[in-house]
């Protein structure tokens, strides 16, 4: 697999990225950047982004991080430390590679993690507001044990043939790129609240009651320690996908923050 239909290739950093653009990426007009979970990429955001988009009349950007969909391979195994690169060392060239300096990020599990690592550093093009959707700040028992019901069914019970699709030559890069990394003993003392204080634009964050790999633990953090506006949606129902599990809540509840945090036009 070497991408779906509709994604287009870019060399940043030296290495082929798959990504897809929604409407026109202007300067001056905010763009929603969309930083997928630990086993998704660019097509595993169906059409979330677009309907986003829409409601909020911005551009979009979509992305598979390297070792995902259709971008370049990884090496293997990643470093422990690998969301703080991402935020640290690729982020800041893909907003560079795209021209793209009023955005607001969008991210989901290990994307809602570089997220907050990005917004928290001293960079000079920062968001203007982030959404975070079931969040990693720190390693919790049940995400360890996530960890280990995905391994399980990873090897055992048809996960594999399920990422394939989306990830091609890379499953094996995507999968364990991830999961090794969030089962290595050391990992438990991962932790990125250092980074939380220093969060002073607009940010909304989203956990699903029944999330298998993280707990409200995870939201009260980020709320008890970021410096600006902040604003939660805790939704019932719902495990570790809202944007998918409760699609219409998170949308809403999106739009409606989007024009609190920084008034748009509608479409």
Same mark, same amino acid.
């Given at each position: 697999?070497?991408?779906?239909?509709?994604?287009?290739?870019?060399?940043?950093?030296?290495?082929?990225?798959?990504?897809?653009?929604?409407?026109?990426?202007?300067?001056?007009?905010?763009?929603?950047?969309?930083?997928?979970?630990?086993?998704?990429?660019?097509?595993?955001?169906?059409?979330?982004?677009?309907?986003?988009?829409?409601?909020?009349?911005?551009?979009?950007?979509?992305?598979?991080?390297?070792?995902?969909?259709?971008?370049?391979?990884?090496?293997?195994?990643?470093?422990?430390?690998?969301?703080?690169?991402?935020?640290?060392?690729?982020?800041?060239?893909?907003?560079?590679? +795209?021209?793209?300096?009023?955005?607001?990020?969008? #991210? *989901? %599990?290990?994307?809602?993690?570089? @997220?907050?690592?990005?917004?928290?550093?001293?960079?000079?093009?920062?968001?203007?507001?982030?959404?975070?959707?079931?969040?990693?700040?720190?390693?919790?028992?049940?995400?360890?044990?996530?960890?280990?019901?995905?391994?399980?069914?990873?090897?055992?019970?048809?996960?594999?043939?399920?990422?394939?699709?989306?990830?091609?030559?890379?499953?094996?890069?995507?999968?364990?790129?991830?999961?090794?990394?969030?089962?290595?003993?050391?990992?438990?003392?991962?932790?990125?609240?250092?980074?939380?204080?220093?969060?002073?634009?607009?940010?909304?964050?989203?956990?699903?009651?029944?999330?298998?790999?993280?707990?409200?633990?995870?939201?009260?953090?980020?709320?008890?320690?970021?410096?600006?506006? +902040?604003?939660?949606?805790?939704?019932?129902?719902? #495990? *570790? %996908?809202?944007?998918?599990?409760? @699609?219409?809540?998170?949308?809403?509840?999106?739009?409606?923050?989007?024009?609190?945090?920084?008034?748009?036009?509608?479409?």
């Amino acid at each position: 697999m070497t991408g779906a239909t509709g994604l287009n290739f870019a060399i940043i950093a030296d290495k082929r990225i798959e990504y897809r653009v929604i409407g026109k990426l202007e300067a001056q007009q905010p763009v929603l950047v969309f930083l997928h979970e630990g086993l998704g990429c660019a097509a595993r955001w169906r059409d979330f982004p677009d309907r986003l988009c829409y409601h909020t009349n911005c551009a979009g950007l979509i992305f598979s991080r390297v070792g995902y969909g259709g971008s370049d391979p990884c090496d293997l195994p990643r470093p422990l430390d690998y969301m703080e690169r991402e935020a640290r060392e690729y982020l800041p060239q893909l907003l560079s590679h +795209f021209g793209i300096r009023k955005f607001i990020l969008i #991210g *989901h %599990s290990d994307g809602a993690s570089i @997220s907050l690592i990005y917004a928290g550093l001293p960079v000079v093009t920062k968001p203007v507001a982030v959404i975070v959707m079931a969040p990693h700040v720190f390693c919790e028992q049940v995400s360890i044990e996530g960890a280990e019901a995905a391994k399980r069914a990873y090897e055992e019970q048809g996960l594999f043939e399920k990422l394939e699709k989306f990830h091609g030559i890379n499953t094996e890069c995507a999968f364990r790129g991830w999961n090794d990394a969030w089962l290595d003993p050391a990992f438990k003392s991962w932790n990125i609240e250092k980074f939380l204080p220093s969060i002073e634009c607009p940010l909304l964050a989203i956990q699903g009651h029944q999330d298998a790999y993280g707990t409200l633990a995870q939201i009260d953090v980020i709320e008890a320690a970021v410096s600006g506006p +902040f604003d939660k949606l805790i939704l019932d129902e719902c #495990g *570790h %996908s809202p944007w998918q599990e409760q @699609s219409a809540q998170v949308l809403s509840h999106s739009v409606a923050f989007f024009s609190k945090s920084m008034p748009m036009e509608t479409p």
